[in-house]
């Protein structure tokens, strides 16, 4: 199959084979099959954990370290993963369901968490806790 270049709304009737390279802006429907590779924050101590990357890389460094996370999009993912242990983390979304903190202590800790119209919620914990 020769390679194509689009702009504009696309659409398949028999779908897509082979690798898209490049960013998607926009919804994507049906099946995907194949890797996905989120975007990665690398975040060093206290601070934002942002809305703008699927996968959150979280190095300590001093105990208790207080960590943020803005309401995101409805539908949207976030995985925040303890990589590098010079102490502990306390995550406070600002708004949650079910949950007041996730606190990571160790490498290996991790929480992926969903935004819905009522905020984020805990979908999968390894490690961390949440309080």
């Known amino acids: 199959m020769a390679s194509t270049t689009s702009s504009g709304p696309v659409t398949s009737t028999n779908g897509f084979i082979g690798a898209v390279t490049g960013n998607i802006t926009g919804n994507v429907t049906g099946n995907v099959t194949g890797d996905i590779f989120a975007t990665n924050q690398a975040l060093s101590g206290a601070g934002a954990v942002n809305v703008t990357d699927m996968l959150t890389s979280l190095t300590t460094t001093g105990a208790a370290q207080a960590l943020t996370l803005a309401n995101g999009t409805t539908g949207q993912i976030k995985i925040i993963s303890h990589v590098v242990d010079g102490g502990s983390a306390v995550l406070t ?39």
């Open 93 to 131: 979304p600002t708004t949650k369901i079910g949950f007041t903190t996730i606190t990571f202590t160790a490498v290996g800790d991790s929480a992926t968490l969903v935004y819905t119209a009522a905020g984020w919620a805990i979908i999968g914990i390894s490690g961390a806790v949440a309080a």
